[in-house]
C-alpha cells in the first residue's frame, strides 16, 4: 500500500525559489510544473491525480523534452552539422520544437506535415522561417512520413533525418527527463502513470524508468478509438505506421478514448478548471478518469502535451454537449 499526499504545496511570493540569471532557450525546456485539479476529480480522499504541464515549455509542448534530445545526440554522433538540413515528419508540435531548437543553434530546417493541421500552427513554424512540405490530409501523419522518407532517399547527403518515430534519443528524453521529475514531484508517491501514444516516446520513456524507480507502479497507455480522429498528436496503432520506438510490452493495460469525449473533458478544463488545454491533454484527463473509477487508492499522474492556443479554431469549443 502506498502513502498518499494530500496536497500539492503551494507556492506563494513569499517562498519562490530564487530567479536565476540569464539562460539559453534551450535550457527551459523540462522542469514543468505537476498540477492538481479542483472540480473535475471526483472527492475521494483515496484517489489523486496530478497532470505534468508541458506547454509550459518554451516551444509550448512535451516535444521540446525529444527534439532536444534528437538534436542534441545528433551534434555529438557527428550526424547533424551546418551544412546538412533536419528533417522530419511531425504533426505539428514536433516541427515547433525543432524550429525553435533549430533557429537558436543556426541550423536549417524542413518539416513534412499533413495540410489540414490547424492554422496556428501553419503560423508558429512561418514565424520561425521553417521550411514546410504539406502532404495529403487523408493520409495523415503516415503521409508525411512517406513524404520525408522520400526526400531523404533522393539527398541523402543533405539531410539528417531527424525520424522521431524511429529515434531513440526520443524516448530517452523522457526516461532521463520527464520520469524523473514526476517520480521527484509526488514524492514517490505515484501509483499509476496514464500517457497518450503519438511516436510512443512520452509513453515508453516515462514508463521504463518509472518502473526502475518503483516496480509496482501501474504504465496504462491510451490511443483513440478508431483510425479516423480528432486526437491531434495521437495514433491509432492498429492502423498506422508502427513507430519502431513503440514498445506495447511496456503497458500494463492500454485504453482507448474517443474524440467525443477527448472535447468534452477539453471544454470541462477550460470551463471547470481554468486549464485551456489541447485535446490530446482532454483525453488524458478521460483516460485518468477511467483508471481512477476503478480502483480505491492512489497517486495517477498523467501528461497535458500542449495549450488549448493552437486548437483555438477548431469549432467544438463551441458545442455544449
Ligand atoms: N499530444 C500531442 C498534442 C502531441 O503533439 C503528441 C506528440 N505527437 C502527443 C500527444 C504524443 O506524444 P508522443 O509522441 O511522445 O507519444
Known sequence: MFMIIETIPVTTAQDRPALAGPRNVLSLIGNTPLLSFNRIVPERSGVKIYAKAEWANPGGSVKDRPAKSILLEAERSGQMSRDKILVDSTSGNTGIAYAMICAARGYRLKICMPSNVSVERKQILAAYGTEIIYTDPMEGSDGAIRRVREIVQERPELYFYANQYDNPANWQAHYETTAAEIF?????????????????????G???????????VRCISFQPDSAFHGLEGLKHMASAILPGIYDPAVADEDLTVSTEEAYGMTRRLAREEGLLVGVSSGAAMAAALKVAAGIREGVIVTVFCDSGDKYLSERFWNSSD
Open 206 to 216: 516515462t514508463s521504463r524508468r518509472l518502473k526502475e524507480f518503483k516496480p509496482p
Open 184 to 204: 521527484e514531484q509526488t514524492q514517490g508517491r505515484i501509483t499509476h502513470f496514464v500517457a497518450g501514444l503519438g511516436t510512443s516516446g512520452t509513453f515508453v
